[in-house]
C-alpha cells in the first residue's frame, strides 16, 4: 500500500511536470511569432523605403540635369547681353560721332549758305523790284520808259539826279488772262541813284502808275527774301496793335515801341 501511494504521487507529479512544461514552451512560441511578425514589417518598410529612395534620386537626377541646363542657358543668356551691350556701346559712339559730324555739317552749310546770300544779296545791291506796272505800259523801250516815268512819279525835285539804268525785265513769261502784271527787276548804273529811289518811294509811300497803285521794293535774294517772310505774322499782329515795324537788312525787325526801338534777328526772339 505504501509502495502504491508513492507510485501514484510520482505519476502526478510527473503529470504536473510535463503540464508545466507546455506551459513553458507555449509561452516561449507566441514571443516568436511576435518577433516574426515584427521582422516582416519591417522588411517591408525597408523595401518601401528603398523604393521611394530610389525613386527620389531617379527625380533628384532629373532636377540636377535640369538645373544645369538653365545654368548653361543662363550662363550663354548673360554672354549674349553682354555682347549686345557692347554693340550699343559701340553704336552709341558711332552715333554721337555722327551727331557731331551732322552738327559741324550743318553749320558749315549755314555759314556757306549765309556767305552765298551775302553774295547773291551784293550782287543785286544795284537792283529795285517794282510790282503792279501795267502790262504793256513800258512799250517797246523799259528802259527808256522807266528813267523817264520814275521821275516823273516821284517828283524830280526829290531825286535831286537823272537815273541812268543799265537793263530792266519783267520776271517770267507773259500769262494770257493773268489778273496780276509780272513784277519788274532794273539796275541802276550808280547805287546812289537807286538809293535815292527807294528813299524818296518810301516817303511818298501811294505811288500810281494812271490809276494803279504800284510799288518799289529792293531786289533780295531768294534765300534773304524767305528769311524775311519769316517775320511776316509777326508783322501783321504789330500792324494791328498800331506798333511801327520794319525790315533791315539783313533780315532783321524792328520794332518801335513808346520811344524804343528793338531789334530781332529770328522770330523766336520776337
Known amino acids: 500500500k505504501g509502495k502504491s501511494e508513492a507510485s501514484k504521487q510520482t505519476k502526478l507529479f510527473d503529470h504536473n511536470l510535463r503540464g508545466e512544461a507546455r506551459k513553458a514552451n507555449k509561452n516561449m512560441a507566441e514571443p516568436e511569432e511576435i518577433s516574426d511578425s515584427e521582422n516582416s514589417k519591417s522588411d517591408q518598410i525597408l523595401v518601401a523605403l528603398e523604393s521611394l529612395k530610389s525613386e527620389f534620386s531617379s527625380k533628384l537626377d532629373g532636377l540636377l540635369v535640369t538645373l544645369q541646363d538653365m545654368k548653361q542657358e543662363m550662363k550663354d543668356y548673360n554672354e549674349r547681353m553682354l555682347r549686345a551691350e557692347d554693340r550699343i556701346s559701340s553704336a552709341e559712339d558711332e552715333v554721337a560721332n555722327l551727331q557731331a559730324s551732322v552738327s559741324a555739317l550743318q553749320a558749315k552749310n549755314k555759314s556757306m549758305e549765309d556767305k552765298l546770300i551775302d553774295l547773291?544779296?551784293?550782287?543785286?545791291?544795284?537792283?529795285?523790284?517794282?510790282?503792279?506796272?501795267?502790262?504793256?505800259?513800258?512799250?517797246?523801250?523799259?528802259?527808256?520808259?522807266?528813267?523817264?516815268?520814275?521821275?516823273?512819279?516821284?517828283?524830280?525835285?526829290?531825286?535831286?539826279?537823272?537815273?541812268?539804268?543799265?537793263?530792266?525785265?519783267?520776271?517770267?513769261?507773259?500769262?494770257?488772262?493773268?489778273?496780276?502784271?509780272?513784277?519788274?527787276?532794273?539796275?541802276?548804273?550808280?547805287?546812289?541813284?537807286?538809293?535815292?529811289?527807294?528813299?524818296?518811294?518810301?516817303?511818298?509811300?501811294?505811288?500810281?502808275?494812271?490809276?494803279?497803285?504800284?510799288?518799289?521794293?529792293?531786289?533780295?535774294?531768294?534765300?534773304?527774301?524767305?528769311?524775311?517772310?519769316?517775320?511776316?505774322?509777326?508783322?501783321?499782329?504789330?500792324?494791328?496793335?498800331?506798333?511801327?515795324?520794319?525790315?533791315?537788312?539783313?533780315?532783321?525787325?524792328?520794332?518801335?515801341?513808346?520811344?524804343?526801338?528793338?531789334?530781332?534777328?529770328?522770330?523766336?526772339?520776337?
Open 120 to 270: 547773291e544779296t551784293r550782287s543785286r545791291l544795284n537792283n529795285l523790284r517794282l510790282v503792279n506796272l501795267p502790262e504793256g505800259a513800258e512799250g517797246s523801250d523799259l528802259c527808256a520808259f522807266l528813267e523817264k516815268w520814275i521821275p516823273e512819279a516821284l517828283g524830280s525835285e526829290k531825286l535831286q539826279t537823272s537815273l541812268s539804268l543799265e537793263r530792266a525785265h519783267r520776271l517770267g513769261p507773259r500769262k494770257d488772262g493773268a489778273s496780276r502784271p509780272r513784277a519788274l527787276i532794273m539796275k541802276f548804273l550808280n547805287f546812289r541813284e537807286k538809293q535815292a529811289v527807294i528813299r524818296v518811294a518810301r516817303e511818298k509811300k501811294d505811288i500810281f502808275y494812271k490809276d494803279k497803285r504800284v510799288h518799289f521794293y529792293p531786289d533780295l535774294a531768294t534765300g534773304l527774301h524767305q528769311q524775311r517772310k519769316k517775320f511776316d505774322p509777326i508783322r501783321e499782329v504789330l500792324r494791328n496793335l498800331n506798333i511801327r515795324n520794319g525790315i533791315t537788312y539783313p533780315a532783321t525787325l524792328l520794332v518801335t515801341y513808346e520811344n524804343e526801338t528793338l531789334a530781332f534777328k529770328t522770330p523766336e526772339e520776337a
